[in-house]
């Protein structure tokens, strides 16, 4: 399944990640969260690509020196990607899939809920103990969101991945 956008998830995950999380993971994340529609915007005001709330990207669009065009995909993508990096730096403890779930997670409901969940689980690292308290943090109705959003990103990548 490829598509127009293939080559700048490919630039910004190599840019961003190094490697270290392949592309088609961010291409997975934009698929749950606009359906690959650079045109999207979400009940909330998210915008683009990667559903990216207008303050975040501001505050991307500052960090980069680049302006701030939401429905740009290449320029969504960009941010989002960057945005993803920022919450995988938070999450250096963790490993593998664990970090990369935690920083999927904070990405969707913001990293300080994801803290303040992590402070509760058992398993600091693990994302299933997380999982089980993030309800306490968020409520049932933005946890189950959020536990979702994880999921259905897991689900899209499998489909990626050659038979």
């Known amino acids: 399944m ?4 293939d080559h ?10 190094e490697g270290l999380v392949d592309w088609p993971w961010f291409k997975a994340q934009a698929i ?13 005001g998210a915008m683009g690509l990667m559903q990216l709330m207008p303050q975040t ?7 980069l020196w680049v302006e701030n065009r939401p429905f740009d995909p290449r320029r969504n993508i960009l941010f989002g990607i960057h945005y993803m990096h920022e919450m995988w ?5 963790e490993k593998g899939l664990e970090r990369l779930r935690f920083s999927l997670a904070a990405y969707n409901a913001g990293p ?3 803290i ?8 600091k690292d693990k994302w299933h103990s997380l999982a089980l308290v993030l309800p306490q943090v968020t409520g049932q109705k933005n946890a189950r969101q959020t536990i979702g959003y994880v999921e259905k990103i897991e689900k899209e990548r499998k489909k990626m991945l050659p038979d």
């Not at 749950?32 to 909330?44: D, I, K, T």
């Not at 303040?116 to 398993?123: E, H, I, S």
């Open 2 to 5: 490829t598509n127009r956008f």
């Open 89 to 93: 730096m938070i999450w250096k403890k």
């Open 112 to 114: 300080g809920n994801i």
């Open 32 to 44: 749950v969260e606009s359906g690959l529609n650079p045109q999207a915007v979400s009940p909330a």
């Open 8 to 17: 700048h998830f490919r630039l910004y995950a190599g840019i961003y990640f």
């Open 57 to 63: 990207a501001e505050e991307i669009s500052s960090r």
């Open 116 to 123: 303040k969940a992590q402070k509760l689980a058992l398993k």
